[in-house]
C-alpha cells in the first residue's frame, strides 16, 4: 500500500481513497478524490466523486489517476501527483478532456478532506486571511461563517491576504491548512463580467473554504432563493475543499422582490469549457499541525504561507515619497473661512478636483495630525507656507473646538463654516489630540511655546479621566454633553497612547493610572478574546485591521511606559492578526482607468478594510514604524520582513513622482475592490491615504535618521536599540 510521510502524519491509499493518519488514527480523509462539477445546458452545476483507479509509488511520491464520466457523456482523466516538500503535502491535479457530452458546457474539479473528528461545523476554528477568524462572530453580516446551516463556504483566493484557509479542530487542536501552492494566476477573460454561472476559458483563479454538501444540485433564483434537485452523489460531512476555477458562496445576499423568508444568499461559480484537449492543471499544498489556540495556529499558518507566496519587494523611494507627500499637503492645505484652515476632505482623480470639504480632526481627515507634519516638515526645509499651514490647522482645531465639558467637537464644514452633526467618536480623540499633542512637543523643543495648544490637550486628557468606565474603557462615542452615545467599547486602546504622552509631559500620575486601566481591559478583551472591531468610524462596529492597529499603538506605549514583558506579548498578538489583512501576494488586475499606478505596479501591500466585504485599502502604510520597532523589542526577524514589505509595497498605488498621470506627484487613490481582478472604487484621494505614509516615515527619520528600514539595518544593533528608547529625549523639559 502506498504511503508518504511527513512530520508526525501518515498520508496512506487504500481502496482507491486517501488516508491522513496521526499515531495510526485517521484524522481526515477521502474515499473519492476525484470530484468533478458539470454545469449542464440548464446552467445547472451536478457533481459526483470517485475513487482513484491506479495508484503507484514513483521518484516523486504517489501518482494515483481514475476516468470520470459525467451523467452526459463527458469524459476526463484525472491525474494526480502526490509529494511532500519539507513540511508540506503538495498534490499537483491534471486533468485531460477527453470528450464533450452534448449536453455538458463546463466543469470544476476539487481537492479536499473529510473530517474524522466531528461532521459539527461549530467544533472547528476557520481562519481565512481578512476573511474569517474563528467563526466571524464580529464580522460584517455579508461575511461567511455566520449561518452553519449552508452547504458551500466558498471564496475565491483572490480575496484573501493569501491564498490560504485553515480548519482547527477546537477539542484536540489538529489542524488542516490548505493553499494555493505558486502565486501563478493569470488575468481571467476581460470581455466578460462575473455572473451565476459561467464559462471562462482563461480563469486560473481558485476557492477555499468548507462544505457539508448533500447530495443534491443547487441553484439561486434571481430572488436569492435555492433550489435543489436530488442527484447521484455520495458525501461525507464536513469538507475543506479547494475548487477549481473557482466559486463564491454561499454568501449573504441583498434580498430581491416581495418574497420574504430566511436570508437569501448568493452562490456563484467559474468553469473551465469542456473541450478536448483544454489544459486543467493546479497545485495545492496542504500543511498540517496541532495548535493550543487559535492564536498560535492563525500565526503559524499564516507565516508558513507567506515565506512561499511573498511578492517582491517594490521599487520605490520613501524619500522621494515622503517629500512629494508634504509638498502635496502643503499645495492642497486652504483658509477656507477666516482661521478655518484643512485640506479638502476628498478630492477626485486624476485630476485633484475636490468635491468635499468636510473636515476631521482625526480618522479620515486626520488634520491635526496633518498639521503636525507640516509645521515639522517646513521647519526642517526652511518652508515658510507648511509651517503657516500647519499652525493654522492646529490653532483653528484648538480655538474653535472645545466644549464646555472638556472634550473637543470632532468634524467641521470649512466650506460652510460650521460644525457638522457627528458625534465625539473616541477614535477621532485619539488621533486628533495626539497630532496637537505632537505638534506642542516639537516647537516646545525647538524652543516656542503655544500654551493654548497644551491647555487644549490638558482638558480633554482630564475629561478621559473623568469619563473613563469602572472597568477602565470607553464607549465607542459620546454625546456633545458627555453621555454615551455608542455602548461599544472596542475602541478603547484608541486613547492610550495619547494618555502615555501627557502623562510624559505633565507628570499627573492620574493619566498614567488611566492609561493602564484602559490597556488591562484592552489586554483582557481585544487581545485574549481577538475583539479587534470597530476600528474605523464610518463602518459598523464590526471585526476591522484599524482596531487592532490601535491596540498595536497602545501596547507598544504601554511597553514604552512600563517595560513590562505583558504588553509586548499583547503588541504581538495584535501584530499577528493585523499582518493577515494585508496581500502578501500578487495577481494581475485590470482598470479601467488610463492614469492609475496599478496599470503598471502590484496590489500587493494592500490591505482588507473589514472581514468580508472584499475592498482593500492602502491603511497598512501606517504599520512600517511599530512593526520594525516591535521587531527590535522581540528579535523576531519576521516582523522585521514584514515592515519592511508595508514600507515598500503598500505605497505602490501612489503616484510617487507624477509618471502615472495624476495632477500632483504623490496622490494616491483611497481603497477599491479587485479580487475579480477588475479595480472598481472611489476612484480619489482623501487626506488620510497621505498621512499614514508620511507619518511612519518622519516617525523612522526621527529614531533612526534614515528614510528607509534597509538603512535603519545598517545601524550598530546597540545603537538602534537605544534609539528604539523613543521616550527618552521625546519631550525635554
Same mark, same amino acid.
Given at each position: ?133 474563528? %467563526? ?11 449561518? #452553519? ?122 468553469? %473551465? ?16 499541525? #496541532? ?177 473613563? #468606565? ?137 490591505? %482588507? ?125
Amino acid at each position: 500500500m502506498p504511503a508518504l510521510y511527513c512530520k508526525n502524519y501518515e498520508i496512506s491509499f487504500a481502496d482507491g481513497g486517501v488516508f491522513i493518519q496521526k499515531a495510526g488514527k485517521t484524522i481526515y480523509f477521502n474515499k473519492r478524490p476525484v470530484y468533478v462539477s458539470v454545469k449542464t445546458i440548464g446552467a445547472i452545476s451536478i457533481f459526483r466523486d470517485v475513487p482513484y483507479e491506479t495508484c503507484e509509488e514513483n521518484t516523486e511520491g504517489v501518482s494515483a489517476q481514475a476516468a470520470f464520466t459525467s451523467e452526459n457523456g463527458s469524459e476526463f482523466l484525472v491525474k494526480d501527483q502526490y509529494q511532500v516538500l519539507e513540511e508540506d503535502i503538495v498534490v499537483k491535479r491534471t486533468v485531460e478532456v477527453l470528450k464533450k457530452g452534448a449536453k455538458d458546457l463546463g466543469f470544476q474539479t476539487k481537492i479536499g478532506f473529510w473530517m474524522s473528528a466531528s461532521e459539527n461545523m461549530e467544533d472547528y476554528n476557520y481562519f481565512s486571511p481578512g476573511e474569517w477568524y474563528k %467563526h466571524n462572530e464580529y464580522a460584517s453580516p455579508i461575511a461567511q461563517g455566520q449561518q #452553519n446551516d449552508a452547504s458551500y463556504y466558498w471564496r475565491k483566493e483572490t480575496y484573501s491576504g493569501l491564498p490560504m484557509f485553515a480548519m482547527q479542530n477546537i477539542a484536540s487542536g489538529e489542524t488542516i491548512c490548505l493553499s494555493r501552492t505558486n502565486a501563478d494566476v493569470k488575468l481571467g477573460s476581460v470581455d466578460r463580467i462575473a455572473s451565476e454561472n459561467y464559462v471562462d476559458p482563461k480563469a486560473t483563479i481558485g476557492a477555499l473554504g468548507i462544505s457539508q454538501p448533500k447530495p443534491e444540485a443547487l441553484l439561486y433564483t434571481y430572488y436569492n432563493a435555492d433550489i435543489r434537485m436530488p442527484i447521484n452523489a455520495e458525501t461525507d460531512g464536513l469538507s475543506i475543499d479547494y475548487i477549481y476555477p473557482g466559486a463564491n458562496g454561499e454568501i449573504p445576499a441583498h434580498a430581491k422582490g416581495p418574497v420574504e423568508g430566511k436570508v437569501p444568499m448568493s452562490l456563484m461559480r467559474v468553469n %473551465h469549457p469542456i473541450e478536448p484537449g483544454f489544459p486543467h492543471e493546479y497545485s495545492v499544498s496542504i500543511y498540517l499541525g #496541532n495548535y493550543e489556540t487559535f492564536q498560535s495556529m492563525m500565526k503559524d499558518t499564516w507565516r508558513h504561507v507567506y515565506v512561499r507566496m511573498k511578492d517582491d519587494l517594490a521599487d520605490l523611494s520613501n524619500e522621494i515619497l515622503f517629500h512629494n507627500n508634504m509638498k502635496l499637503l502643503t499645495e492642497v492645505t486652504n483658509e477656507y473661512a477666516p482661521g478655518v484652515f484643512g485640506t479638502p476632505f476628498a478630492a477626485q482623480l486624476p485630476q485633484f478636483d475636490p468635491n468635499s470639504t468636510s473636515s476631521e480632526i482625526g480618522f479620515v481627515g486626520q488634520q491635526t495630525g496633518i498639521g503636525y507634519q507640516l509645521i515639522r516638515w517646513g521647519t526642517m526645509e526652511n518652508n515658510e507656507e507648511a509651517v503657516l499651514k500647519g499652525k493654522g490647522i492646529v490653532d483653528f482645531w484648538v480655538k474653535k473646538t472645545m466644549t464646555d465639558t472638556g472634550c473637543p467637537k470632532v468634524w467641521y464644514q470649512m466650506a460652510m463654516d460650521q460644525f457638522e452633526p457627528q458625534p465625539q467618536w473616541i477614535r477621532e480623540i485619539g488621533d486628533g489630540l495626539e497630532g496637537i499633542l505632537d505638534a506642542y512637543v516639537y516647537l516646545h523643543n525647538q524652543g516656542e511655546e503655544q500654551p493654548e495648544w497644551l491647555d487644549y490637550c490638558e482638558k480633554t486628557a482630564d475629561w478621559l479621566v473623568q469619563n473613563q #468606565n469602572e472597568d477602565g474603557s470607553y464607549y465607542r462615542s459620546y454625546n456633545y454633553d458627555g453621555t454615551m452615545c455608542m455602548d461599544s467599547k472596542a475602541n478603547t486602546p484608541s486613547v492610550i497612547r495619547f494618555l502615555i504622552e501627557m502623562y510624559f509631559v505633565l507628570g499627573k500620575p492620574e493619566y498614567k493610572t488611566a492609561a493602564i486601566k484602559a490597556g488591562d481591559w484592552t489586554y483582557d478583551n481585544l487581545y485574549l478574546n481577538m475583539e479587534y472591531r470597530g476600528g474605523t468610524c464610518d463602518n459598523m462596529d464590526i471585526q476591522d485591521k484599524e482596531a487592532g492597529i490601535y491596540a498595536m499603538f497602545a501596547f507598544l506605549s504601554l511597553y514604552d511606559l512600563t517595560e513590562e514583558d505583558c504588553w509586548v506579548e499583547a503588541c504581538k498578538g495584535a501584530a499577528d492578526y493585523v499582518e493577515t489583512f494585508t496581500y502578501i501576494w500578487n495577481f494581475p488586475v485590470t482598470t479601467p482607468y488610463p492614469a492609475m499606478p496599478f496599470n503598471k505596479n502590484h496590489i500587493s501591500g494592500q490591505s %482588507h478594510i473589514t472581514v468580508g466585504p472584499g475592498s482593500a485599502d492602502v491603511y497598512m502604510a501606517c504599520g512600517s514604524y511599530v512593526y520594525y520597532r516591535l521587531y527590535l523589542i522581540t528579535g523576531d526577524e519576521h516582523y522585521l520582513d514584514y515592515a519592511e514589505f508595508i514600507h515598500l509595497n503598500s505605497k505602490q498605488a501612489n503616484d510617487v513622482d507624477g509618471s502615472f498621470g495624476y495632477a500632483i506627484p504623490g496622490l494616491v487613490h483611497e481603497s477599491g475592490f479587485f479580487c475579480e481582478q477588475l479595480y472598481r472604487g472611489n476612484y480619489h484621494w482623501l487626506p488620510w491615504c497621505t498621512f499614514v505614509e508620511v507619518d511612519p516615515v518622519s516617525r523612522m527619520v526621527d529614531t533612526f535618521g534614515v528614510y528607509e528600514i534597509a538603512d535603519a539595518e545598517k545601524l550598530p544593533l546597540e545603537e538602534r536599540l537605544e534609539r528604539n528608547k523613543i521616550y527618552k529625549n521625546w519631550y525635554r523639559k
